[in-house]
């Protein structure tokens, strides 16, 4: 069992939205707690949204006020992580990665998902 899965990712002209959502499972699914990080072509790795297990969420400086991280739907198996992405403009192009656990101001956790490609482009 995958225990990080993102999707949605794709093409969106410059302005446009588009929703992530990460799939979190397995033994991890228990911290609850989630991040969203980004890695463009030549640049490095960073942190664009996290979600504490209260429910708490973070935001990097870049996308404060048009990014909306939240916990969706909640199974046995576990829950969903989804990213809201609004008025997204070029330079958000890079592939986006499911990350846990998650702990404001504190370096990435040691699960990754398989990314998924978002690309800003008219």
């Known amino acids: 069992q995958v225990p990080l899965v993102e999707s949605g990712g794709g093409l969106v002209q410059p302005g446009g939205s588009l929703r992530l959502s990460c799939v979190v499972s397995?033994?991890?699914?228990?911290?609850?707690?989630v991040a969203w990080y980004r890695q463009a072509p030549g640049k490095e790795r960073e942190l664009v949204a996290g979600l504490t297990a209260t429910n708490t969420a973070g935001y990097g400086h870049s996308v404060q006020g048009r990014f909306t991280i939240s916990r969706g739907d909640i199974k046995d198996a576990g829950y969903t992580v989804v990213m809201q992405m609004s008025a997204l403009k070029s330079p958000a192009t890079a592939v986006y990665y499911c990350?846990?656990?998650?702990?404001?101001?504190?370096?990435?956790?040691?699960?990754w998902g398989q990314g998924t490609q978002v690309t800003v482009s008219s």
């Open positions: 990350n846990a656990p998650y702990h404001l101001a504190r370096p990435p956790g040691e699960t």
């Open positions: 397995g033994s991890i699914a228990r911290v609850g707690s």
